[in-house]
């Protein structure tokens, strides 16, 4: 490309290359040779409550238990499929006749039961099976009407509200898992610098989003994490906003949140670029964003090793400091960061509404300050970090450059289809 | 093209085009008059039933009584967001700070209240400003240790679980609704016919089903009703299976099932195709679930204008009854079928579990049966259809033939990329 900026920017080769089928099988059989202690985990949290069994509804709690995986979404029509009771000998994994064949396949150190469509009237005799005289439900997400059918079904019972507990323990990542992060964050920096030639003023947002995300689809993830956020100028200061028919205008921002799914696993990035030449207002706010996520890094960097470690309400502290003390612009409403892993938000929480407990090692999370001037601009910008404190590592793992990102918008678009089939 | 099927093959100019900008904004005109019916009827339920206020949190609720609206899976991130409260004279729409911007443009005949990540701490203050003293919560998806938080905030304020109120009210779709699921059907009739000339043996599901998703994607949908299922010989004997690697072969079924949304509202079709020469056992089994599809037409035809309508149950048993009394092959373990609108599954529902409940008018719902042999093969059709009892009007909305299409996968795939920026 001819013009003075296009050298410097990031392109698809900086970044991995998608996974092989040979990582990918290693990955598969590393999850097969973690569940047993994962259940013994489990098992072992149920007997110091005195509690007999789980019973699991989670999506991502079925794959990490059992291995059974539904798409985003999937559960709302999926009835009772994928859900699971772990008592002490035996994990129990429930279907209708539409998910059975996968759910052997899928997970087959469980007991696949195909209960059908009503959970109540086979509650009491899986209960028993188990030989459960007290039960663990995930009373975050079971719903109020079916906790009641279920205590009616089964009144000997005691249904013990618990929450939390396999959020705490999917918090703490292996190194497999770990992998599989990085490698979703990787798919999405390449589709974000293989996108860079593509972004010229009067494309929309909307186009830009449906090729990113074909980007994503076609070098490397099966899915995305959530669905892509294109937003210019004041749009950018809807956090969660959808990208629109709108055409991107030089002098504005251009943000993007977005993330991959690599083998059940998902990445989150935002990177606020300009099109065109910035406004100095533009520049001031990235500056000060950039400042308040690069002060929350180096906190982490300089205690990673420290005991105890930094807790996420701390942390949003730290970066809320930093753009208060600049004073110009209101903080992000929104929280720090998140965990990120089968879920694109888990555990640990970083906020104002976090807890002051330290986070969990080795852990993966996002941090995301941003600053939101509604109907003028909006600035975010977003990396996956992977801390690890018994090896003093604190690693980011979004690797595209937070350098302030000026796109010549004079330059074509480069035309034609992109050559991904 | 050369072969002699071609010239029968399904062309996508024999559908309906996307709609167009004009048409949308009609769309978007017709919702906003008819919000305040919508509000009226929950009033005079509430008014019935002496309760005060209703509180709702389905992301499809959300949209056909306030305008918000939530990409798929997005309320598992949203916190509170976009859930409301219907007063006798005002409805609230709570949002946290990422969501406040959208929600005063999506909603504007809403109180927007940025409640932030805590409802309990603002409930007894929501309740009074609505002057409720009975309040009405959707226990179907009410987590159950949120219902326990909300009762203890307003403990002098009655919780009363109700169930299927809105869903109900859904169910009867106005004339825009169902031009948009007409739309949604259109554009995956359009995708599919444009996809056949792709389908040669050796290309795999998964590549099958995601140019299917792009087809979709740039033809008119805004996003997907769910994944596309896209499963080649006895991977057609999972209802829900994912698209895997695996090449499609000669001599076997290739079954796809998938669907649109367009302006909200959703679309679902299963086609079963064959790939080369189909088997005779394949060809007989696909007989029997098309003659059990019809069946469940004709019955709906000659029933359309009688009282009571038929009910789910019934219909059901009119396509189980065909393949029972065929008597070759077991008939499908799901359901004959479910409404569809802003949900890909609502009321009303046909099947086995299904009420004996005469169906509503105007409806639109699926008429899917299926025959599945694990190991061996699957097929299942199924189409949207459009009830209006008092036009005395079935309509399918689903045009993609049903005819045995048996694709020459001799011919080459026409390669390259597809056109479609």
Redesign the interface.
Same mark, same amino acid.
């Given at each position: 490309m001819a013009d003075p900026l296009s050298g410097a920017l990031p392109q698809p080769a900086d970044f991995a290359p998608p996974p092989d089928a040979a990582t990918r099988r290693r990955w598969t059989e590393a999850d097969r040779a973690q569940r047993p202690a994962r259940l013994a985990a489990l098992r072992s949290r149920l007997a110091a409550e005195g509690i007999d069994a789980y019973f699991g509804m989670r999506p991502e709690h079925m794959r990490w238990v059992t291995g059974f995986?539904l798409?985003?979404?999937?559960e709302?029509?999926?009835s009772h499929?994928g859900q699971f009771l772990v008592g002490a000998d035996e994990v129990i994994l429930l279907t209708?006749?539409?998910?059975t064949?996968?759910a052997r396949r899928e997970a087959p150190a469980a007991v696949v039961d195909e209960i059908g469509?009503?959970l109540p009237d086979r509650w009491a005799g899986l209960l028993a099976r188990v030989g459960a005289r007290r039960v663990a439900?995930e009373?975050?997400?079971? +719903? %109020?009407?079916?906790?009641?059918r279920l205590e009616a079904a089964a009144p000997d019972v005691e249904h013990v509200?618990v929450?939390g507990w396999l959020e705490a323990m999917r918090a703490v990542k292996t190194a497999d898992e770990i992998e599989r992060i990085a490698a979703a964050c990787a798919v999405a920096d390449r589709a974000l610098a293989a996108l860079l030639p593509h972004i010229h003023a009067g494309v929309t947002e909307h186009?830009l989003a449906?090729?990113l995300?074909?980007l994503l689809?076609?070098g490397g993830a099966e899915?995305l994490a959530?669905?892509v956020a294109c937003l210019g100028g004041p749009e950018a200061?809807? +956090? %969660?906003?959808?990208p629109g028919d709108r055409p991107v205008r030089a002098g504005a921002v251009l943000l993007f949140d977005f993330g991959a799914q690599v083998d059940g696993y998902r990445s989150d990035m935002t990177r606020t670029l300009f099109v065109g030449d910035p406004s100095e207002r533009d520049l001031a706010v990235y500056e000060v964003v950039r400042r308040a996520q690069l002060a929350v890094i180096e906190e982490l960097e300089a205690r990673v090793s420290s005991t105890p470690l930094p807790d996420g309400l701390a942390l949003d502290g730290v970066a809320r400091a930093v753009i208060e003390h600049d004073g110009r612009w209101p903080a992000?409403?929104?929280g720090l960061g998140h965990g990120i892993g089968l879920?694109?938000?888990e555990l640990p929480r970083l906020g104002q509404?976090a807890t002051a407990d330290p986070l969990p090692s080795p852990t993966v999370f996002s941090v995301e300050p941003g600053i939101?001037l509604?109907g003028e601009t909006g600035v975010r910008i977003e990396d996956l970090v992977h801390l690890d404190a018994s090896r003093g590592l604190l690693d980011r793992l979004t690797l595209f450059p937070r350098t302030v990102i000026a796109l010549d918008v004079g330059r074509s678009s480069g035309g034609?289809?992109?050559?991904?089939?």
């Amino acid at each position: 490309m001819a013009d003075p900026l296009s050298g410097a920017l990031p392109q698809p080769a900086d970044f991995a290359p998608p996974p092989d089928a040979a990582t990918r099988r290693r990955w598969t059989e590393a999850d097969r040779a973690q569940r047993p202690a994962r259940l013994a985990a489990l098992r072992s949290r149920l007997a110091a409550e005195g509690i007999d069994a789980y019973f699991g509804m989670r999506p991502e709690h079925m794959r990490w238990v059992t291995g059974f995986t539904l798409a985003e979404g999937e559960e709302k029509v999926a009835s009772h499929s994928g859900q699971f009771l772990v008592g002490a000998d035996e994990v129990i994994l429930l279907t209708d006749s539409r998910y059975t064949i996968q759910a052997r396949r899928e997970a087959p150190a469980a007991v696949v039961d195909e209960i059908g469509y009503s959970l109540p009237d086979r509650w009491a005799g899986l209960l028993a099976r188990v030989g459960a005289r007290r039960v663990a439900l995930e009373t975050a997400v079971v +719903p %109020h009407a079916l906790w009641q059918r279920l205590e009616a079904a089964a009144p000997d019972v005691e249904h013990v509200p618990v929450d939390g507990w396999l959020e705490a323990m999917r918090a703490v990542k292996t190194a497999d898992e770990i992998e599989r992060i990085a490698a979703a964050c990787a798919v999405a920096d390449r589709a974000l610098a293989a996108l860079l030639p593509h972004i010229h003023a009067g494309v929309t947002e909307h186009d830009l989003a449906l090729r990113l995300e074909w980007l994503l689809r076609t070098g490397g993830a099966e899915a995305l994490a959530f669905d892509v956020a294109c937003l210019g100028g004041p749009e950018a200061a809807l +956090p %969660h906003g959808a990208p629109g028919d709108r055409p991107v205008r030089a002098g504005a921002v251009l943000l993007f949140d977005f993330g991959a799914q690599v083998d059940g696993y998902r990445s989150d990035m935002t990177r606020t670029l300009f099109v065109g030449d910035p406004s100095e207002r533009d520049l001031a706010v990235y500056e000060v964003v950039r400042r308040a996520q690069l002060a929350v890094i180096e906190e982490l960097e300089a205690r990673v090793s420290s005991t105890p470690l930094p807790d996420g309400l701390a942390l949003d502290g730290v970066a809320r400091a930093v753009i208060e003390h600049d004073g110009r612009w209101p903080a992000y409403g929104h929280g720090l960061g998140h965990g990120i892993g089968l879920a694109t938000h888990e555990l640990p929480r970083l906020g104002q509404t976090a807890t002051a407990d330290p986070l969990p090692s080795p852990t993966v999370f996002s941090v995301e300050p941003g600053i939101y001037l509604e109907g003028e601009t909006g600035v975010r910008i977003e990396d996956l970090v992977h801390l690890d404190a018994s090896r003093g590592l604190l690693d980011r793992l979004t690797l595209f450059p937070r350098t302030v990102i000026a796109l010549d918008v004079g330059r074509s678009s480069g035309g034609g289809a992109p050559s991904l089939w």
